[in-house]
């Protein structure tokens, strides 16, 4: 069964802390990982996709990277609207679906 | 910027009620999802809708379950008879010709079953 973990649950920064959020997959062939921003009440926002180990992808202050195991979303010097939750979501070949990760809470204080 | 549209953004239902939950992917995407997400809980896949039928469903997505698109733009999630536990938010997705390529999610409907 496909699996995606993330860590840590919750995280408080000060604007301009730099930081690191994980996910931990297990997958039957990886076609994807997928990052999504969420706001309170809303529905999940494409941020980036991931197809092969070694990639990375940048925008603005976020950067991901993907290792055969794991992907990391790296934000450098945040700002209180970064605040929000990140999930991270993996798709497997022969399958349409994603199975997400509980999500990182991300704060960012002023 | 196209964006998936979802309405109503909250239904509040009375248990044994039969919901519709409407959508409206992006105009030139031809792969269609709904997810849920408990209060507190992951955002959990329920179904996938290509070419007209079903291409994929959970284990959650049974006999009390139905999607359809009823004309060239909308998409529909069918409850027929609500309980309590189907209570969360429920999201519309969709995708272009590759399966591969990223989803996008709309608003989400919040339903309330009391």
């Known amino acids: 069964e496909d699996q995606v973990t993330q860590s840590p649950e919750a995280l408080r920064l000060q604007e301009g802390e730099s930081s690191s959020l994980n996910c931990s997959y297990t997958?039957?062939?990886?076609?994807?990982l997928f990052w999504y921003r969420q706001d309170p009440g809303k529905g999940p926002e494409f941020l980036f996709t991931?197809?092969?180990a070694g990639e990375e992808k940048e925008k603005e202050r976020l950067k991901a990277t993907l290792t055969k195991k794991e992907s990391f979303l790296h934000i450098t010097a945040p700002k209180p609207e970064d605040s929000a939750t990140y999930l991270c979501?993996?798709?497997?070949?022969?399958?349409?679906?994603?199975?997400f990760g509980t999500g990182t809470r991300l704060t960012i204080i002023p | 910027e196209p964006e998936v549209t979802q309405t109503p953004s909250h239904q509040v239902t009375q248990m044994g009620q039969e919901v519709i939950l409407r959508c409206v992917p992006i105009?030139?995407?031809?792969?269609f999802y709904w997810y849920r997400q408990i209060l507190g809980q992951k955002v959990e896949f329920l179904v996938s809708?290509?070419?007209?039928?079903?291409?994929?469903k959970s284990e959650i997505f049974d006999d009390q379950f139905s999607v359809e698109r009823p004309d060239g733009s909308n998409f529909t999630l069918k409850i027929r008879s609500t309980k309590l536990e189907d209570s969360a938010m429920y999201f519309c997705?969709?995708?272009?010709?590759?399966?591969?390529?990223?989803?996008?999610f709309g608003p989400g409907t919040r339903l309330t079953v009391t």
């Open positions: 979501a993996a798709g497997a070949f022969g399958n349409e679906k994603l199975t």
């Open positions: 997958v039957s062939g990886l076609r994807g």
């Open positions: 991931l197809y092969s």
């Open positions: 105009s030139n995407h031809l792969y």
């Open positions: 809708f290509y070419n007209n039928e079903i291409s994929e």
């Open positions: 997705a969709s995708n272009k010709i590759d399966r591969g390529s990223e989803q996008y």
